[in-house]
């Protein structure tokens, strides 16, 4: 059994910050590329961020220079910084990897969302 579990998300007013982190558990050999994805109410879910295992970042157009990801190998655990955020960054976000489960190969994994709401 895996699993992600995110946290971070709630109410900010625009122009504010949240940090959004993800830790991975079970049984885990491995985690290949992470990433953020994002749906807002009558909308299809879409790519915010996307991180492979040495690094390398990339980002929705509409969140360039404001959303930062990073990962913690060590900790199994992706974070999405979102800054400057505006009324249209809100969404659920879940949280998504390519995880390597022990005698079951490598598995896509989705968390169950963390809602944040942008609103003055």
């Known amino acids: 059994q895996v699993q992600l579990v995110e946290s971070g998300g709630g109410l900010v007013q625009p122009g504010g910050s949240l940090r959004l982190s993800c830790a991975a558990s079970?049984?885990?050999?491995?985690?290949?590329?992470m990433g953020w994805y994002r749906q807002a109410p009558g909308k299809q879910r879409e790519l915010v961020a996307h991180i492979t295992t040495g690094g390398s970042p990339n980002y929705a157009d509409s969140v360039k220079g404001r959303f930062t990801i990073s990962r913690d190998n060590a900790k199994n655990t992706v974070y999405l910084q979102m800054n400057s955020l505006k009324p249209e960054d809100t969404a659920v976000y879940y949280c998504?990897?390519?995880?390597?489960?022990?005698?079951?190969?490598?598995?896509?994994?989705w968390g169950q969302g963390t809602l944040v709401t942008v609103s003055s």
């Open positions: 079970g049984s885990i050999f491995s985690i290949n590329a």
């Open positions: 998504n990897a390519i995880v390597g489960v022990v005698a079951m190969g490598y598995l896509e994994v």
